[in-house]
């Protein structure tokens, strides 16, 4: 690496959609312990970015209706600039992470964050976060729930789609 080059700071911003009821209702529902269902997004160059129904969105650092995080993971650094992460952004959301592309639980807001976050640092996001599609449908009340799930796109109001390399 060189020692001159910018370096930028990357986290992780993990938010509970449940506000706490997956705690409670997990063992009832599941049979299991949940601590929470999970949205994440990635913070770097100032901004927060996440995916979900509706593509790859970005807004201020804890901008969208869900208010600031419940833990701030922080990632390291990347010296990746801005402009080239943008380029890579907007690849993203022509492909692989289009809106229509969304699945609750085999592509979303989770495994976006986790492959933004190797792209920028080489570090992977928490398992337990990244594992609990599969805790939820392991479990007969998941299978059960599976059809109802599949239909629902998550997508935090408050960010700007990315879009073909242009804000929208």
């Known amino acids: 690496m060189d020692k001159n080059a910018t370096r930028y700071n990357v986290q992780l911003y993990i938010y509970d959609l449940s506000r706490g009821m997956a705690r409670s209702l997990s063992p ?3 049979g299991k312990q949940l601590d929470g269902i999970w949205h994440t997004a990635i913070v770097a160059y100032g901004d927060e970015f996440f995916f979900g129904g509706e593509g790859i969105s970005s807004c201020s650092p804890g901008g969208t209706m869900l208010g600031p ?5 922080e990632l390291g650094e990347t010296e990746v600039s801005e402009e080239i992460f943008m380029d890579y952004l907007s690849s993203l959301g022509e492909s692989t992470y289009r809106g229509d592309r969304y699945r609750l639980f085999e592509h979303n807001c989770n495994t976006f964050t986790n492959e933004v976050a190797q792209f920028l640092t080489g570090r ?3 398992s337990y976060i990244t594992d609990l599609p599969s805790e939820v449908l392991s479990t007969p009340f998941g299978q059960i729930l599976r059809p109802i799930l599949d239909s629902i796109h998550i997508a935090p109001p408050g960010g700007n789609v990315i879009n073909g390399g242009r804000n929208i």
Request: overall charge negative; glycine content about 0%.
């Open 28 to 30: 009832i529902m599941l």
């Open 124 to 126: 992977t996001i928490p």
């Open 69 to 73: 995080p419940d833990t701030v993971v």
